[in-house]
């Protein structure tokens, strides 16, 4: 079982272009949370998805982040336009069917750097 | 909106000491995690507490839950250097939502 994968490990952009974060969940996990790591501070929680559906995007920002996990393949994080404060780790999360928390695990997290 | 705080958010320690890292809450929940992460690395989950009173022990590494408080304890006995790490506690918001503390950077000095 190889964990929560996500990709790329680092990715750097320039301010005003698209970037696209890749998480594959664990084997057996239908759910994928998404997390923001802004420098020195704690995860903020932004979306809950399930398969096909999207459960809770309370803590995305109203424009320009988007999320998808679409029946076949990982979950995509995306960010259009970026900025330098959407510099930061941003971590996935997944849980199996029963959608327990304390069955979740993080992956190592993509850190995105807009120049 | 539920507001969770760490205290210390910065602790310098020699080994062979104790110590506790705080973590307090500001509603009602049943439900607090520990992680720790390494420098650049993803979260390591400590310990899953499930109910008032609630004490876990891994290691030199203790952790409590005072629901009633809105308190949680991580206590560290006889640090090692292996234990330096950033350490977050999370507390289940519901609606499969977790709120995290700012974290403990922790430096154990030989």
């Known amino acids: 079982n190889a964990g929560v994968m996500q990709n790329p490990r680092h990715l750097v952009r320039r301010r005003g272009q698209e970037a696209r974060l890749r998480c594959s969940p664990m084997?057996?996990?239908?759910?994928v949370y998404w997390y923001r790591q802004l420098p020195e501070e704690g995860l903020k929680f932004m979306v809950y998805?399930?398969?096909?559906?999207?459960?809770?995007e309370s803590g995305m920002p109203k424009e320009r982040f988007s999320a998808e996990f679409p029946k076949e393949g990982p979950s995509i994080l995306r960010i259009q336009q970026v900025v330098r404060g959407d510099s930061a780790a941003y971590f996935c999360?997944?849980?199996?069917?029963?959608?327990?928390?304390?069955?979740?695990?993080f992956g190592q997290g993509t850190r995105l750097t807009v120049v | 909106e539920l507001k969770v705080e760490q205290n210390p958010l910065f602790l310098s320690m020699q080994e062979g000491k104790n110590y506790t890292i705080y973590c307090n809450y500001s509603?009602?929940?049943?439900?607090l995690y520990w992680y720790r992460q390494d420098p650049g690395k993803s979260l390591e989950s400590l310990f899953v507490?499930?109910?008032?009173?609630a004490v876990k022990q891994e290691g030199r590494l203790m952790a409590s839950l005072d629901t009633k408080a809105r308190l949680s304890t991580l206590h560290i006995t006889a640090a090692v250097h292996d234990l330096s790490a950033t350490y977050f506690c999370?507390?289940?918001?519901?609606?499969?939502?977790?709120?995290f503390g700012q974290g403990t950077r922790l430096t154990i000095n030989p």
């Open positions: 507490l499930l109910s008032n009173g």
């Open positions: 084997k057996g996990h239908s759910h």
């Open positions: 509603t009602t929940s049943d439900r």
């Open positions: 999370a507390v289940d918001e519901g609606a499969q939502k977790l709120v």
């Open positions: 998805l399930q398969k096909e559906n999207i459960i809770d």
């Open positions: 999360a997944s849980s199996p069917p029963s959608a327990r928390l304390e069955e979740a695990f």
